[in-house]
Nanobody
Framework: QVQLVESGGGLVQAGGSLRLSCAAS????????MGWFRQSPGKEREFVAA????????RYADSVKGRFTISRDNAKNTQYLQMNSLKPEDTAVYYC??????????????WGQGTQVTVSS
């Protein structure tokens, strides 16, 4: 019902910035809360950020608060993750996700394929 495609990953030096994009299919994009997750080798997938359907409310993991900003453009069926002041610890595969169950939901129904972000020292 919903397909998600991430883009914008790459290699960046510590302290630099990247902007990830996630393009979504479907005709009811604005009804979904959107989120970003990441996974490093040998570690569990972790929550990064989420934004509600209207773009009014957001939440972030403590590890990225103040450095990352999540946003969305419902007219383009796209969400974004602006990542500033990147650290080597941010290196991971980043996944776009969508849930119909609201901003506080811990369960996401749809997932993208992931995009690699590598931050060098």
């Amino acid at each position: 019902q919903v397909q998600l495609v991430e883009s914008g990953g790459g290699l960046v030096q510590a302290g630099g910035s990247l902007r990830l994009s996630c393009a979504a299919s479907g005709r009811t994009f604005s009804s979904y809360t959107m989120g970003w997750f990441r996974q490093s080798p040998g570690k569990e997938r972790e929550f990064v950020a989420a934004i509600d359907g209207s773009g009014t409310n957001t939440r972030y993991a403590d590890s990225v608060k103040g450095r990352f900003t999540i946003s969305r453009d419902n007219a383009k069926n796209t969400q974004y993750l602006q990542m500033n002041s990147l650290k080597p610890e941010d290196t991971a595969v980043y996944y776009c996700a969508a849930t119909p169950w609201g901003l506080a939901s811990r369960v996401y129904k749809y997932w993208g394929q992931g995009t690699q972000v590598t931050v060098s020292s």
